[in-house]
């Protein structure tokens, strides 16, 4: 008479499929977190770049026609002259101080009395 052999079940435990699972929630939890700041160190890091572009576009504004004529311009007149193509809207996202920017505003531009330039808003 032939002994019975024991056949073995192929596959995953139960216990092994709860393992894996809690392990990959572990690894989504750490994960998600650190690509939500990829965003908004992005969003920000585009600002600042903006802002220095605009910055220097002004800058040779006040080169060129002096910083008397240059007093009180504003954006518009730097895009007129042709040293910036268009004004750059402020990136979606933006979050300063209680405002969230929904990327449609275009900066802000002036030039002051001694030549200081300010863009709003400002670099964070």
């Not at 894996?20 to 992005?42: C, E, Q």
């Not at 040779?60 to 004004?87: C, H, P």
Request: aromatic residues 4%; charged residues 15%; hydrophobic residues 45%.
């Amino acid at each position: 008479m032939k002994a019975l052999k024991k056949k073995r079940a192929k596959g995953f435990t139960l216990i092994e499929l709860i393992v894996v699972i809690a392990i990959l929630g572990i690894l989504a939890a750490i994960a998600i977190p650190r690509f939500a700041n990829v965003t908004t160190d992005a969003v920000k890091a585009t600002h600042n770049a903006n802002v220095a572009t605009l910055e220097s576009a002004a800058n040779l504004y006040i080169a060129n026609v002096g910083t008397t004529a240059a007093n009180g311009k504003t954006g518009t007149d730097i895009v007129t002259a042709g040293f910036l193509k268009e004004l750059p809207k402020i990136p979606k996202g933006l979050v300063i101080g209680s405002t969230t920017y929904d990327g449609t505003t275009t900066y802000s531009i002036t030039i002051g009395a001694n030549g200081a330039v300010t863009v709003t808003p400002a670099a964070q």
